[in-house]
């Protein structure tokens, strides 16, 4: 995979030059909560090596994607008691492969796709509490 991108926001984030609410990490992955949420516990799991699109990744590692995002889709459904989490796949705002994974809620607003423009403000206290909670169920989830 190629290296870090100087100007890509993901791989300062991986780098730590962008802190956030960090929800799983592994060597090749981490999952984060989005700063600008279309819900409570939205994140963005990435690759920590930059590739454009998921789709440019060798096959074997989007099979590792996607089975630790398995994991953590798990870890939301339990925090968030809702069965409907969208996973979308990324690359457009963000030049660096990521998958979006928003919990969903009968009564959010969305509609039956996630409205980019409905964002949720949540205070930096909350988004600790998420992030706490989703981390905790994450290592409860068999792997």
Known sequence: MPSPSADCVFCDIVAGRNPHEIIYEDAEFLGFLDRYPLN???TQFIPKQHVRWVW???KQEI???FMKVQRVVKALQKVFNTEWVIADTGGIGVAHAHVHLVPRFEDDGHGELPDPKI???IP???MEDIARRIRAEIERTPV
Request: aromatic letters at 6%.
């Open 40 to 42: 409570p516990g939205h």
């Open 56 to 58: 440019d990744m060798e």
């Open 63 to 65: 099979g590792f994607l």
């Open 119 to 121: 964002l949720r403000e």
């Open 124 to 126: 930096e206290n909350e």
